[in-house]
């Protein structure tokens, strides 16, 4: 697997869009869904919205995690997840690919990592691939994958791959967290603290990983929507890849891609159209978490520090009293 793509944000920050464009370019291999590895491997994950508690695992269970993970897309159709999947993968070929992996493998017995984690994570994308198109990744194919706890792994990545491209895709965090906000729930009003603790770790990540990282690549959402043309040209000259056509149509398996959104309205492509609306819809609790605790990337990254008269303790349409405490305690505790 030749100088992979790692696509890195958070939740709702232009990661699926850029995934999209990267779809129909020729010469790299999109994986349609987020693989999740590190999770699977049962390691320490500490992005809250994907939080994961570590433990240790043989390599059979490990392939249990995968096949139940690529089982649950096949049949999702959740059209605000990173991707809707459903039926793109042929389960019966996806596991003859990692049973014939096993069984020849080292460690089959044992602790998870006897068996190098550079190859686990070649096995599972290889067994993407196989499972969709029934032919074999080429060992100088290129791949593009992305899951958001992957920031934390970078330089993990790294280690596996050093040949490897990271592109990190940043959003204006007040637009970003009424984003998620708005996918977690939609009858009530939820507790923050997952949400301002997942954007805390992505973006702690993103200042360590440009310093230590040769090959990473950080873009601004904003520009990629208001100027692709050269966002993308920068992407592409970074990756050393071609700049063709397909970079800016996005698309799901050669397929117009739906888009997202937590919007109703339909998604066209790139487009700025909707980049200042969080301003109608953000609540004056989530411009002061973010003015206390993320003022830096707001200021470094020149969005424009926002401020609202309105208290925050003025509870929020649909806040029930627990979220009301929880919230208004994370806003004094941190």
């Known amino acids: 697997m030749h100088k992979p793509i790692f696509l890195l944000g958070a939740h709702k920050s232009g990661t699926s869009l850029l995934r999209s464009l990267f779809d129909g370019h020729k010469d790299v291999f999109v994986v349609p869904i987020e693989a999740h590895f590190f999770q ?104 593009v994958e992305k899951s958001v706890e992957n920031v934390e792994f970078a330089m993990d990545l790294q280690a596996m791959f050093p040949d490897a491209v990271f592109i990190h895709i940043v959003r204006n965090p007040y637009a970003n967290l009424v984003s998620i906000r708005k996918y977690m729930t939609k009858d009530h009003y939820p507790k923050l603290r997952p949400i301002y603790k997942s954007l805390y770790n992505s973006y702690y990540f993103l200042y360590r990983n440009r310093r230590l990282i040769k090959n990473y690549l950080v873009i601004k959402y904003e520009d990629l929507a208001q100027n692709p043309e050269p966002v993308i040209k920068h992407i592409c000259d970074v990756a050393g890849l071609e700049l063709t056509p397909s970079m800016f149509e996005p698309t799901f398996m050669g397929k117009p891609w739906k888009g997202n959104s937590t919007s109703p309205e339909q998604f066209k492509g790139i487009s700025p159209n909707r980049i200042n609306t969080w301003q109608s819809e953000i609540a004056p609790l989530e411009v002061e978490l973010i003015n206390k605790y993320l003022r830096h990337v707001v200021e470094e990254f020149e969005y424009g520090v926002f401020k609202m008269k309105k208290s925050v303790f003025i509870p929020v349409r649909k806040e029930s009293l627990k979220a009301y405490i929880a919230n208004r305690f994370l806003w004094c505790a941190g």
């Not at 992996?101 to 984690?117: C, K, Q, S, W, Y």
């Not at 691939?129 to 080429?138: A, V």
Request: aromatic letters at 16%.
């Open 40 to 143: 699977h491997m049962k390691w320490w994950v500490d992005y809250s919205l994907r939080r994961t508690v570590p433990a240790k695992l043989t390599l059979d269970q490990f392939i249990i995690n995968i096949k139940a993970w690529v089982k649950h897309y096949n049949e999702s159709e959740d059209y605000q997840a990173d991707s809707v999947a459903r039926g793109i993968f042929n389960l019966r070929r996806f596991n003859d690919y990692v049973e014939e992996f096993i069984n020849t493998a080292p460690g089959r017995v044992g602790n998870l990592f006897n068996v190098d984690t550079g190859t686990l994570f070649k096995v599972y994308v290889k067994a993407i691939h196989y499972s969709i198109y029934g032919s074999r990744l080429p060992e100088t194919g290129r791949i």
